[in-house]
């Protein structure tokens, strides 16, 4: 059973527009979620991450939306550039112990 | 990679045969954890360690054992490699159990 639900499979988005990315959990005791951001053959590397005790949380081009009434969490990439174009996973926690991951958005942003 | 190296980077095996990765950091922090990334299901957690000769199991963990005799070395051990362990897999590194810092993987092939 996949603890944390994330779409769309795959986006394409115009270079200067906004990218967007939805997950969805089930487990309310989950405590920490972070973005990820994977490029072709490295590791995954921390893009941003927010607890539930905020709705929003921004860092230059990223924005995290959260709704824990919803029990949903968005990744917002405003101004998409070429170099944007990576898979992105969402992931949430408990107390840091056990990390689940959703199964990964493909961006691709076009020129 | 934050101071991970992973060994070796690429293997092919035959089922049967065990097999052991090596997770190397020199950032003496206390987490560490094992993943695998396969299409579809993104990143799934096998083991982790908070400590020297302390693990637990992750989500998928079957097949799977561990053993961190330093602070530095987390190794993953595959006992008897089957074709489902094909995969890349992914050692991380924690301090704070919130920030992840990921190695840059290693590709196995089970034939």
């Known amino acids: 059973q996949q603890q944390v639900k994330q779409s769309p499979q795959s986006l394409i988005v115009q270079k200067g527009g906004i990218s967007i990315i939805n997950c969805a959990y089930e487990n309310t005791a989950f405590d920490y979620f972070p973005w990820y951001q994977q490029f072709p053959g490295k590791g995954p590397a921390l893009l941003i991450a927010i607890r539930p005790d905020v709705s929003e949380k921004k860092e230059g081009r990223f924005t995290i939306s959260f709704n824990k009434s919803a029990k949903q969490f968005s990744l917002h990439i405003m101004d998409s550039q070429p170099g944007d174009s990576a898979t992105y996973f969402c992931a949430a926690s408990y107390r840091g112990n056990q990390f689940y991951f959703g199964t990964g958005t493909s961006l691709t942003v076009i020129p | 990679d934050a101071g991970i190296t992973q060994s070796p980077r690429h293997k092919v095996t035959e089922t049967g045969t065990p097999v052991t990765l090596r997770c190397h950091q020199t950032?003496?922090?206390?987490?560490m954890y094992w993943y695998r990334q396969d299409p579809g299901h993104g990143l799934r957690l096998i083991h982790y360690?908070?400590?020297?000769?302390?693990?637990d199991k992750g989500e998928v963990s079957d097949g799977y054992s561990v053993s961190r005799s330093k602070t530095e070395d987390f190794l993953l051990t595959l006992e008897s490699a089957t074709s489902s362990q094909t995969s890349v897999y992914f050692c991380a590194i924690s301090e704070t159990q919130e920030t992840q810092y990921f190695g840059p993987g290693t590709r196995l092939l089970v034939l």
């Open positions: 950032e003496n922090h206390r987490y």
């Open positions: 360690s908070y400590g020297v000769k302390d693990t």
